[in-house]
Every structure is written in structure tokens, then in C-alpha cells.
């Protein structure tokens, strides 16, 4: 199993209620999410707005604690370790953001941007950040760019060619997709699609649209309010789903019907 | 698309150009005061008193710019008066910029009680009026050159902490900072390598705009008798005594005025100038 959850609970404090003294009052947002990820899998993670998809991955990453509960990546227990035990692990894991504009620095040039964490671990970058621009179909000559020099579909695939420079085992995926317009939507998905296949990655998926998770997932979670309301294989929850959030969720896709009457 | 914005690219500042060159010129002036000051800036000749500029009648041949009551050359006492205006300006705008930034930039991005002890200090230091703050220290310290830059030092640097603070607090909420984290980059590092970078134009202006009101408050220090002994020259000192004869001489007043000017104008423009050239997000 890459990832093992268990009964995870997570709460943030709300500043914005914060009391003159004392401590602010808490939010619960993750409220026992058991769940797994087996290795080579590509999991769907799909709800609303605010059901907790962003906290479930940033703890998933480990950039938030849980408050209570288990997170085992690849065996190892990784719920409550400090910064300082986590660095050296930080590279199997990572995460393509959902807007890119804020995910890579303005500053940096795209070449910096995806040697920065491969100078971090002691790799070799030489090759390395070529060969990165080259999986998601970018020339070599935008390593020497700045992000605002790029579309926003080329941000985005700077953004995947930084993760998967460091050859992780896991990426988390968080609605990568939904800044963009439909054509480079499905570009980048085919290109996940076939990195997923050429590198053997295990990968989480958060969206919103069930149309995307369907075509890219095996396996999908429903959050709803931060619990998981159902968990099925991709085409079983498409065929029956059993929540009634669920079939709530997919009747909110738009599909395509040439019969439509306007009215 | 790469060309189309290519071409929006701004023709390089011309604002970059002057106000660069009136400072290096005016540094140039300053290092080399000794060998191009026509006259010695303290030399008093009373026969030579309240000569006009070069282009009016009564003038005496080298004394350019006329002199004052004293009979003092005031170019030269302008030349001799960058040297100190501009070390001030330097010093105490690079002091400033240190600790106030420094602090500024610790408070925005590690938050929680280290942000919580520096704004408090922030708040309490600014509820001190500064131009009396400021008299108060030199009443206490004595006049000269040190004590003038601890009174820049020590009035402004807030100014630094608060607008650093924030900005630090905004790039800190970035995703390439948690990108920075899941990378595996130290919280020291990444604010050093992903913040500092992208709070650096803020510093410049800033540094650059400090670095003129330090000019302007040596001035006013000067005005009011508070700066360096009255010997050796300053624009202030110029200032307040040719205010004291503006009505029979007034270009013992007019001319120190506008180096004054230009170099407080030349310094906030200096800022923006670099930052439309350097900035890689601007270009
Ligand atoms: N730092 C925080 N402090 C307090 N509450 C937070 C914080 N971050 C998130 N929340 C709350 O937690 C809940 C879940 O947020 P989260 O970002 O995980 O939702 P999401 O499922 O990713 O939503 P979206 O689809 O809009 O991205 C929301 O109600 C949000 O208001
Ligand atoms: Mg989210």
C-alpha cells in the first residue's frame, strides 16, 4: 500500500473567531477518514466545495498535522513526524498545485523552478531538468522563462515537470485542471494520463468534476462535509451509485444531449 | 504571444538614466570634493562678500556660483556638503534597511509569537512622535554625524518592518511556498530563497525613498543647528543661513535648495527606475 489512513480526524483553529485571550476556537474539517491507496493506483478524490479535499491532500503531504488518527506512507508512519524527519522523505511525495500563477515563483526562471528540489535532495540536475521538460511536452528553451512568459497550460505542466523531476513514488494532484479552458484541460489530463503509465506513479486526484475522475481514476472517494460518503471503483459508483450525495454529484454533470429542447 | 509582449516591453527608463546620473555625478563631486572645489569651502573673505552667480554684474572670475555673506564660494560648500549628506544617505539608509526589513521579513513569514513580540514593539515604538523623538536623542547624544544616523536609524525603521511585514505575510501565503515545503526546503531557506527574492523590489524602493528622507532630515537636523558642528558645510546649514539674506543674496539659499531637491527627487526615482529595469516580473 502506498498510503494507509486511519480514522483520520483533522481541526484548524478559526483566527477569525479568535478571543482577545486564550485560543481560537477549532474547526473540525476532517471528521475519521479510513481509507487506502494501493500502490500503482490513481484515486479519485471528488465533493463539493469545502467538504475538505484540500486539507485531506495538504495531510495527506503532510503539510498540515492530523489532529487525531493514522497516515502511513509506504510503512512508514508518517502522522506526527517533525519537519526535520520528514525532509529526507519529501521526495517521494509530491504535488502539482491547482493555480499555478501562485505555485511557482515569479522570480525564478522555469529551468530554477525544477532544479530547486533536485539540488534539495542531492540530485543531479544537469539532465535532469531537460529531460522533465521534455516528458510534458515543453522545449527545452523555456527552462530560461519566467512563469508570467507562460499560458496557463504551460504553467501547469511546469508545475507537473517539477513534481515528477524528482521521480516520486506518490503525487497528489489538487484540482490541477479547473483554472484552465476545456482543449488544454484535455491536454494536460492525456499528459498525466501517460506519465502515470511511463513512471508507474501512484496518484491522488482531487476534483470537483466527476467527468474528469472518471476518465483518469480507478478507484474514487466522495467527500462530503469532511467524511467520506462512499467508496467505490470508478465504474461501479458511475453505474450505482449508492450515496445520495453521490447521485446528487453526478447529476450535476453536464452531459452532452443533441435531443435538448430549449425552452 | 512570447513577441507580442516582447514588444509592451517599457524603452529603458530615462528615469533610471537621470537619476542615476545625477547621483553618481553628485558621488563623484563628493569623493573628489578636494581636488575640483574651487576654493576652500571654510575660507571666509570679507572683501569678496555676496558676490552674485557667474551670469549677473559685479561678479569676481571663479567664484561660479557667488558666495555668501562671509564670502564664502558656494559651490564649493555644496560640493564639500555632499560628502556629508551623501554618507548620511548611504549609512543611515542601509541601517535603516537592515534592521527594519530584517525584522519585517522574520515577523510576516515565521507569524505566531515571533510576529506577535515585533508588531507590538513596532506599535509602541511608533506612538513616539518622531521629529521630537529625534531631538530629544540628539539633545541627549550631542550633535555630529553618528548621532544623526541614530536618529534615522532609530525613527524609521519601522517604516521598513511594517511594509516588509506585510508584504512577507501575502508572499508567505503563496503556493510556491508550500510548494517550497513539499520540496523539502527549510522554513529558513525557503524564506530566504522564495521570499527575500520576491520581496526585494519592495526593499530597493524603500531603501531608495529612505535614503532621500535621510538626506532631507540631516537637512532639517542642519536647519535647526542640530547637526554637525557649524564648520564644516552642510545643504541644511547653507539653507538656514541663506534664508537669513535671501532678500540681498538669494542664491546663497536658491542653490543648495535645488541640489537638495534634485537629490531627494533623484533618490525615490532611483527606486522605481530599478525596478522597471530589473524587476523580471515588470519586464
Ligand atoms: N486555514 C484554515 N483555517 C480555517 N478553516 C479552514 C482553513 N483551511 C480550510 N478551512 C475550512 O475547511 C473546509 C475545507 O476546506 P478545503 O480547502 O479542504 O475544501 P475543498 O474541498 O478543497 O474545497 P474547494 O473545492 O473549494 O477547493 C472549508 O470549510 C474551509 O473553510
Ligand atoms: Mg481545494
Redesign the pocket.
Known sequence: MMYQVTDLHLS????TRKPLVGAAPR?H?LKGLTFDVPKGAVLGIV??????????GRAMLRLLEPTSGQIVFDGTDVSHLIEDQLRPMRRRFQMIFQDPMSSLNPRRRVGGIIAGPLRLHGMETAGKVDDALEMVGLPRSFASRYPHELSGGQRQRVGIARAIALRPDFILAD?IVSGLDVSSQAQVLNLLEDLVRELGLTLAF?S?DLSVIRRLCSRIIV?DQ?KIVEEAPTEALFEAPKASYTRALLQAIPLPDPYQVWD | MRDARAEVRRPIGLRLWLSGGWLSLLALAAIFAPLIAPHDPLAQDLFLGRLPPFWEDGTEPGYVLGTDSLGRDVLSRILYGARLALIVALVAGTLTCLIGATLGLVAGYYRGWCDRIISRFVDIWMAFPPVLFAILLIAVLGPGLISIIIAIVVIDWTRFARVIRAEAMSQGAMDYVASAQVAGRTQFGTMLTEILPNVLPTIVALLTLEMGIAVIVEAILSFVNLSISTDSPTWGGMIAEGRTSVHQAWWVLVFPLITLFLTVLSFSQLGEGLKDRFDPVLR
Do not use: A, N, R, V
Request: glycine share 24%; net charge negative; charged share 15%.
Open positions: 484548524l483553529p478559526d483566527m474547526i474539517i465533493g463539493g466545495s469545502g467538504s475538505g479535499k484540500s486539507t485531506l484540482e482531487i470537483h467527500l469532511g
